[in-house]
């Protein structure tokens, strides 16, 4: 179990107190490599899924899987660089 200590501002230390955890304020920061995460997983993966759709329904095999792997990734680049922006 750790423990908050009102002179370590925000770190939380064990129990013997010589191993500093990272504390909650460190969570956004977390929070937002997972967001780009997702967010790349997620263009990526529709962009996939849509080109899937395309070759099966008009049999462009593989073309279509192709062309929707490529938007997908594109999509990704241009969505990471947005959010990244705000941070730089």
């Given amino acids: 179990m750790a423990e908050i200590n009102a002179d370590d501002e925000g770190v939380n230390k064990d129990r013997d107190g010589d191993t500093p955890t990272p504390a909650l304020k460190d969570l ?24 899937l759709g395309v070759d099966q329904w008009w049999s462009l095999a593989p073309w279509g899987l192709v062309v929707g792997l490529v938007l997908g990734v594109i999509a990704a680049v241009v969505s990471v660089y947005k959010l990244a922006r705000r941070w730089l």
Avoid: Q
Wanted: glycine letters at 16%.
């Fill in 28 to 51: 956004p920061g977390l929070a937002a490599f997972v967001s780009l995460g997702t967010t790349i997983a997620t263009c990526v993966a529709v962009g996939v899924a849509i080109g």
